[in-house]
């Protein structure tokens, strides 16, 4: 799923580096760039946008300015050299508020908490593996997600998603983005659980609904079966299917 976003920046570094970070984020779809905030509410009438990335001060409108003055808000991450409008940001619901000069990691993170809020995932009772299970042959293994280090259940994974350097695990539970190879994490996963059907994408067979034309469908994610993949996973397919 896409989330259609602009970005607006005065000051035309600032609005190229959002733009390269947004080209790195495979489910961001960047609709327009504007070095304006008139301009992008212009804009905003007719086009679906979900997300705007917004810098706070700028001549003739500011952030602040063109947020105040919209009926209808769409997701806003704010960008700003300045501290002092982070109060303000939040009280006008903004999702995240970013200082200049602004790393990829905390875009990312800023991106991440939007994917959330559009598209939360069900969180289901899920079993936990009995205490003193230790180790990846004992059904998990750990990944770094963020400031923390997080447990992720063989049985929980839907499908992983790779981002450039990063991967999406999605789980049942929740979505972790980790800086990890699909190298790595198919050294680790049992092969007979798990299939690449593309080269951005890694699937737990048992989690598969149905397979569609050319896509796998896991819940309401349709996923690519790629040419270099098809056919070794229709093999796989079709040794577990009933005539």
Known sequence: MKINCIAIDDEPLALEKIREYIRRIGYL?????????????????????????????MEELSGIQMLESLHERPK??????????????YELEVCDYLLKP?????????????????????????????PGSTGASKGYFFVKNGNITQKINFEDILFVEGMKDYLRIWTTRERVMTLLSFKKIEEVLPPTGFIRIHKSYLVALNKIDCIEHNHVIIGN????????????????????KIN
């Open 221 to 240: 994610e349709k996923l690519p079966i790629g040419d270099t993949y098809r056919k070794e996973f229709l093999k796989i397919i079709g040794g577990n």
């Open 76 to 89: 806003v991450v704010l960008t700003t050299a300045y501290d002092e409008y982070a109060l303000k940001g």
């Open 102 to 130: 602004i790393s990829f990691q905390r875009f990312l993170q800023a991106c991440e908490k939007v994917y959330d809020q559009l598209f939360p995932v069900r969180k289901p009772d899920i079993s936990i593996p009995e």
């Open 29 to 57: 779809n960047l609709l327009q760039c504007f070095d304006n905030a008139v301009d992008a509410m212009e804009y905003m009438k007719t086009a679906n946008v979900e997300l705007v990335f917004l810098d706070v001060q």
